[in-house]
């Protein structure tokens, strides 16, 4: 079904890219560093996320082919495969995940700018977070211009971020920055005291970071001139960024021994190119920050408004939440999720929250949603090869298969603390659901597993206000 007022292929790609090149772009390679990593296991984490995120890129992919149907797929694939209260937790993970996203862009955003203005030095200083919900509140305004619109600001902006860091991988590469013998005593890491094994799992929560919003197409589907189109935005701007970011990764590795990337201070990528060419490195990347990073936000903004708008128009929601203004913009979702923004940057003020311990969270809250979509790919594979509908082929085995592989890969190097406490989460949603389900006359539990599903979830949320 084509829809010739919607967006198309080159915008969607351009959003994509948006919604992923954000903050974790400018630390990746010190939160690496950070969390023990050597040049060889930041070298297979990568070969992982590669294989692992365009496997679920695929998967998005087919299923926009297979199910065009399935408008908002992050959520919609989640519901149509395995019910209403599992896919209502797929569309809360992934709201409740950009929303996070949203507020850790706030930190680092004015914490880049504390480099040029001692008033938000830590990026969550009282300062920061009365701009940062100007910032919030602007965007969100302005978006509610309309959408399309929007998006077409989003791609401006996503080539003006890009400049920054490309002048960063040309500095290195033609300064002759890049050093053989500190890439190969970088190599193994050893210094952390960390097995490889250990090192390569722990780069997977900022390899999942990074790529988080790489989705954001098919989030966004339902405004695409066809569903197909959403995919194959997504398997593109996949493949652009894979390309930047291990490039990235590998120059930083030769540039600086591994316990001094690790000491860098955020935003990353400012103090190592400082060092390659002194302060006006550390002012180029902070200025590529800033307009990376309220790109991002601007790109969200529409992100967090549709993860609630899309689910609400399946009656997944509350029904509020479909409501529109007349430039047709979600305009209560965007004020709610607004709201929520708001009393999260309130609570950082009081918490002193970092960028990290924010991108933690929101990673945890998004894997559930990306490994039902991996789960969904692959039923469909079953349900297809039964039916003759769209018969998979061998590829189409190999990357659901791998999705889901790569999916479990992610919840195992979650650890098992940090998936009780993403009840935490998730339990609050319940109301929401409930809400949902009386508006629309529906019975609470589809099925047993729902039942099941909903025991976990709280007492995972009892387990976790006892003991952590």
Known sequence: MQDKQGLGLFKLTFFAIGTTLASGVFNMFSDMARNGAGTLSVLIGWAIAGI????????FNRLS???PSLKSGIFAYAKEGFGAYIGFNSAWGYWISAILSQVSF?????AALGQFMPLFAGGNNLASIVCASIVVWGFTFLVMGGVQEAVTINTIIVIAKIIPILAFILFVIFLGAFDLDIFLDNFMGEDTGYSLGKQVLETTYTTVWIFTGIEGAVVISARAKATAVSGKATTLSFLSLLILYVLISILSMGIMPRSELAALGDPAMAGL??????????TLINIGVIISIAGAMFSYTIVTADSAYAPALHGCFPAFLQKENRRHAPSAALLLTAAIIQVLLIII???SSTYQALYTLATSAIMIPFVLSALYCLKTCFEDSRTGHSAPGFKDWLISALGVIYGFWMLYATGISN??????????????YFWARRESHKKFFESALD???FVIIMAGFVYSLVWF
């Open 52 to 59: 692992g995120m365009y496997s679920l890129a695929m998967c």
């Open 451 to 453: 039942v099941g599903v």
């Open 419 to 432: 998936i009780i406490i993403s009840a935490l989460m998730f339990a609050p949603g319940a109301l929401f």
């Open 349 to 351: 003020y009081f918490q």
């Open 65 to 67: 082919i297979v199910r």
């Open 106 to 110: 706030a930190t680092l955003l004015f």
């Open 273 to 282: 190119l400082s060092y390659v060419v002194g302060p006006f490195g550390a």
